[in-house]
């Protein structure tokens, strides 16, 4: 059993009436060989440095996402995609400790399936920003001013990504248009929606 990370030790009681469930997550995933990091603000499980799952918790559900989980058997038909446009990743979730702790055996059957998927170096073909909807709004600006265009296709595939799903999700024109406002500048100076 690999050793657990002290920098990851303050996640478990802020996490509420999940905490004995991550906790009982947090042993499973270990018993497993993997280390322990904090990323994006939760306990991730990395093999080599590669991000295998994570633990993170829900108002409803705790849940342990696995990365390429779109790449797993998933025999017992038990992962689930958080969104719509999640490509990757996909999520085992959980209501209460009994319930961990009877699926002990398909857990780590899963978080070792994972591991085996990183070890072939299997990637997943993810969607081109070309094949996601352009917001009627984001096209008009990006046709009327060239350097805008220019800019957001120097931008990786994923903050092109992140814009064109943030752009699209609003439901009104004007709130489109307010977005596309919003972060021009940031397109022009080729930063994400994030950074």
Not at 60 to 75: E, H, I, P, Q, S
Request: hydrophobic share 40%; charged share 30%.
């Amino acid at each position: 059993m690999m050793t657990m990370n002290p920098k990851v030790d303050w996640y478990f009681p802020k996490a509420g009436k999940w905490q004995e469930a991550i906790e009982q997550l947090r042993m499973m995933v270990l018993d497993c060989g993997l280390s322990e990091e904090l990323k994006w603000g939760c306990p991730c499980y990395l093999h080599q440095k590669n991000n295998i799952v994570l633990i993170h918790v829900f108002k409803d559900y705790c849940a342990l996402l696995f990365f390429k989980g779109v790449l797993l058997n998933d025999a017992k038909n038990i992962l689930i995609q958080q969104t719509e446009n999640v490509q990757s990743a996909r999520q085992m979730r959980f209501t209460n400790v009994q319930e961990i702790l009877e699926m002990e055996p398909t857990i780590k059957a899963y978080i070792k399936e994972a591991i085996e998927v990183e070890k072939a170096g299997l990637k997943v073909e993810l969607k081109k920003p070309t094949e996601f909807k352009v917001a009627e709004e984001f096209k008009t600006k990006l046709d009327a001013i060239p350097e805008l265009k220019i800019a957001f296709e120097a931008l990786t595939p994923g903050r092109q990504r992140g814009y064109l799903l943030y752009f699209s999700a609003a439901k009104q024109s004007k709130t489109r248009e307010q977005r596309v406002e919003k972060y021009m500048s940031a397109i022009l100076n080729g930063k994400g929606l994030e950074d």
